[in-house]
Structures are given as structure tokens and as C-alpha cells.
């Protein structure tokens, strides 16, 4: 027996969050039986750090409806086909997490097995070469993958680079269009029901109210509703990830832009370069207990490849996330609901997640607890393991050229990712959950990129006569090569399908 | 005996299970220098007849190359495509607990939601949505025709030796 459903639905913060949360749901209600409401003041400016994005954002654009391209233009945004990390294991180094596989498992047993024995026997070539997303990548190439499994071409998958305020614009319109109202005006009150301590109500500056029975909080790292209101608790995840600061700044493109995010290692903290159509955003991600904040601006300044277009913006965060996501008859969606350093480019797809989460476990006008109990559970879950892939980043390095680094080496890292990584050191074993995140070939990725190396590999791949493996690498390096080579160029992509107007 | 790789193994018993065992191990194993010795024990009772099994033993027939419509006549198998209880939960009741799904998905998300817009999608809920699947889950070129395949063409296994890499 269905209960009766929410008529009211009220979402306070409209940056990205919070109308990807309303374009979403007016996606799937019918907006004339619950009604979305979208509170946002335009005196209230937005984070949108999250400029850089992984290949799930397909589904949600997928399942919204959205033409790709037409959001391309729109967002002025690039293609992404990974992440390089520029002296994360030491100074000097770099590596890039592809979004993509190694080569080609043969006979059952995953490629890298095979790489591992051969360079056992004396070849250096690094897995690098056996990837067409990292080779493309490198050469500054791009095209779209193709679907036939016996292609290269089907080996790996692409995100974007975007301006995400610009992206919650993009959606704002597809909301509005589906019914969602919006108002202006500065939420100065939250009024609960003296029962059950649920909201009941908003109040903005203006005096007017809003009620509801479902409130979504995407007012950022404040919480308005999920903490100021409901006093929910955080859990701080600073001992791991003792970043928390930020200064972001845009500059001046230099060159075509490249079809990957860039994230340099620096003293206490990194640096994220991410190219879009008419602007590069660069970003400084520092800890405040190892270092000044006027050197991390400086920092930053110094290492922008074109000239800064305005004065760097300060960000304050407490890396961790909220006790409960769904408390009462609120979910928090973004920034209110946790914050993770955008290291993995994760952000977005937190908000995805969260946002798809709340569909599946979508409440009647009960507000059933199971139902919360399992919505805070499972995302629960998609913040630790987002957390635990991003702290192998500052565990697994040579670094100890600053006390930052001596401190991310010598740490203590949750139980699961010290079991994970000793199963991959012992020998190589990188599978862990079909239903994660990141599988086999991102750990893999960032595991000997970070200079984890395993100290065998499956007995498996001995089944193979070496010369025979050999000349099955040579094969699919070559064939990379090849592929990569006969790729357009990205800039040349982008022109062809989603030059934005202005560039 | 310690390090380097395992190179002897003994199965203690025959029958079903140390037979299976074996044949999985020899199977993924060949050619990487194990020996695998079955010792079949005296006294034990012989496993039952019949067996019924689930469908998930079709994945390791195929891991060991069993060609099922074989194994079908020389074993004298039969089909089966789930279980019909009798008599329970309660008298007279015969459910037939079948092997597959029930029906199709319906729209961008689930359709209990009264009022939803359908959406021109079926699939799963994402959630895990993923950097790097086997498969691109993102827009993807699907051309056919073997031109374009053997332009980007990835040695297909089993016919590798047969593939000439570019140079």
C-alpha cells in the first residue's frame, strides 16, 4: 500500500547542486502532483570547483536527456580523457590515471600479470604504452570511442572539462522548462515542527516563506539546513586528508587545450590545471597546518602557465561528511553533505550519486526510516571509497622532501585501503568490487603510478610461452600506437562538434 | 619451503569435487610447470547419482571448454529452468522458483514513482557509474563494417598469432 506522495519538494542553493537536484527530479516526477521549488539569492556566489568530471557523468546527462554536444558549447567545455599527476611519487615524476584499460587480458588473467613478468625478464616499457587513452592523451589527440569490442577504439571512455556554473545554468533551463519554480531571495530562517523536530518551512529575507515536505540542502559547506538547522555532526577526515584550504584562479589558455586534468604535487598540498575552451582553471589545494596561506597563493601565481584573470578566490573546507546525509525530511546534496578535494575529479559525481541515490529511495509522504537508513548507508559507502582512493594518492609516495609528505607517508590509512594494498603489493591483485567506483584499472592506474609495485605476479600468466607473450606486447603496443596516431587532434574534435560561440 | 611458486599439488579424493578441482586447476593452469596428482581415497563413499545444478555452473563448463550439448547426451542430462516446491509455503501451494528475471525495467529511474515521465533509456540506476568499464558507457562511434574495425583492431584472443601488428 503506497502512501500518499510528497506535494512539495523544496531545494535551497541553486549552484550546481542544487539544479542538477532539481533538473533530476523534475526529470522523474510529474511536477504538477508534487511541486519542486528551487530557493537561490544571486547575492550568494557558488563554489564550482568541480570543473573537472569522470565518465559517469554520461548517465546522468544520458538519463536527463541532454544532447552532449549542445552542453559542450554551451559550458565551454573540453574533453577529458584522464588525469596526470606531475610529482606525486617524487619530484620529477609523473604518471596519468587513464580512463581506459592496460592492453588485453588473455587466456583469463588480467593484462598487467603479463606486463609484470616480462618486466621481471628485462622490459622496461612502461603499462603507459598499453594504454590508447594515455598514448592519445600525451600526443593531444582525441576522438570518440567506437562500440565493437574487437576495436582498440572501445577501450576507453572520455569525460569533460566544464565550467560548472555554467552546467548548473545549462540545467536551470531544463529544470524550469519541466516546472521547476524558482525564487530569489536569501533563506534567514528555518522553521521546524515543534513534534518532530522536521522542517517545516523556510523563510527568506523578503519575509515570505516556503514549506514542504522534503527539503534538499545545496547551500554548500554551511549546511543551512542540514546542520545550522537540524545540527546533523561531521565527521572530519583531516588526519587522512589534511588539506584544507583552497585558492583557485583562472587564466589565460596557452595553446590548444590538452584532453586531460592536471594535478602537480607541491610542498603541502597540489595544483589542479583544467583546461576549458576559453579559459584554463587552476587551483592550489594546501594545508593550512603545514602551510601560510600567503604562500600558497603565491605558489599558486607562480605556476600558472598564461596570465591570471582575476585575483585568487580563498576556499575553506574540512574534508570529511556529514553523520547523516538524510536526516528527518532533509538530504544534503553537495558541498552540504561532504567534501572530498577534487584530486579524482569526484565532486560532481558525489552530487550525481547522492542525486541518484534519492531517486532510487524516493519517500511517500512517511518518510520511512529503512528507506533513509539504506540512502545514508550506500552513500555512505561512495564517500568512503572516493576517500580511501584519493588517500592512496599521498600514502603511496617517495616524497619526503617536506613535513607535509613525512606526515602523509607515515599515516595511519583506514583498515580497507591498507588491506588493498598489501593484496597488491604481495601480487598484484586489484579487483575488488565490480559495483565500485573505480575498479581494476583505476587502482591499478594510480598503485604503480605511486610506485607500488607487486612483488609477483598471477602464476597464471607462466601458462604463456614468454617469447609468444612478447610478441603478443609488441603487438598491442604497436597497435596503440597506431590508433593513437590516426586520432584528430582534440582541438580539432572540439571544432568539429562543440566549438563554443565565443571562442 | 618457502618463496617461489607453488609447483606440486595434491587433491586428497576423487569424486565430484576433487575431480572439478583438478580439472579447473590443470585447465588455468597449463603449461606454467605444476604437477596435480589426485589421490583417490579408499572407503569413502561414492557421491550421489544426480545432481542438479544452478546456472552459474554453465560459466566454469565453459572455463574448462565442456561443450554442454555434449556433456547433455553423454551424461544424460536434462534442462532445467528453476524449482517447484510442492507443498510449501503451505499445502496445496506449488511455486515455481524460476532461473530469470521478471519482466522489463520501465523508464529513466523506477516507475513506482506515481506520475514519472518515462525516459528513453532502460538500464540501471547508476550509482557506480564508472571511470574506466570494459565497455566505453559513454557516446560511443558504432560503425560497421570491417574497414573500420581493422583500422583500430585489437588482436582478437585465440586468433592473435593470426593478427599482423602494424608497424
Redesign the interface.
Known sequence: M?AP?LERIVIVGGGTAGWMTAAALA????T???AIELVESEQIGTVGVGEAT???????N??L?ID?RDMMRFTNATFKLGIEFVDWRRPGDAYLH????YG?????VAFHHYWLKHRELGDATPIEAYSLPHVASKLGRFD????????????????FHFDASLYGQYLRRLAEGLGVRRTEGRVVDVGLRPDDGYIDQVTLESGGTIGGDLFIDCSGFRGLLIEQALATGYEDWRHWLPCDRAFAVPSENVGDPVPHTRATAHGAGWQWRIPLQHRTGNGHVFSSAFMAEDEARRILLENIEGRALDEPRQLRFVPGKRRRMWNRNCVAVGLSGGFLEPLESTSI?LI??AI??L??F?PDRRLAAPDRDEFNR?LDR?FDEVRDFIILHYKATERDDTEFWKYCRAMDVPDELARRIELFRRRGIASHSP?????E??WLAVYLGQGIVPAAYD??A????AA?TAK?L???R??I???AE?LPAHSATIARHCAAATT | MTGG??RNVVVAGGGLEGWAVAAALAN???????TITVTELAGIAPGPAAEHVLPQTLDFFR?LGIDAAALVQDAGATFRLGTRRRDWPAPGIAPLVAFGRYGADVG???SI?????G???TGQ???????????????????GGSA??A???????GQ??H?E???
Open positions: 503506497n506522495h526529470r522523474v516526477l510529474d504538477e502532483r508534487t569522470i565518465p559517469a557523468i554520461h548517465d546522468f544520458r538519463r536527456g552532449e587513464p580512463f581506459g584499460t588485453q587480458d588473455m587466456n583469463g570518440y570511442p567506437e562500440t565493437d569490442p574487437r576495436s582498440v577504439r572501445s577501450t576507453y571512455s572520455y569525460a559525481y550525481q550519486a541518484m541515490k531517486i532510487e524516493f550506500q561512495k559495483a565500485e567506483l573505480f575498479i584499472t583505476n602464476p597464471r607462466d601458462c604463456l610461452p609468444e603478443r609488441a603487438g598491442m604497436a597497435h600506437r597506431k590508433a590516426s | 611458486p607453488v588455468s593452469l597449463r603449461g606454467a610447470g605444476v572455463h529513466f529511474i523506477l514513482i506515481p506520475g514519472a515521465r525516459c528513453p533509456r540506476l547508476f550509482g557506480h557509474g564508472d571511470g574506466s568499464e570494459r565497455k566505453p558507457n559513454c557516446p560511443a562511434i558504432s560503425r573500420a574495425v583500422a583500430g583492431a585489437w588482436p582478437v584472443p592473435y598469432a593478427d601488428p602494424a608497424a
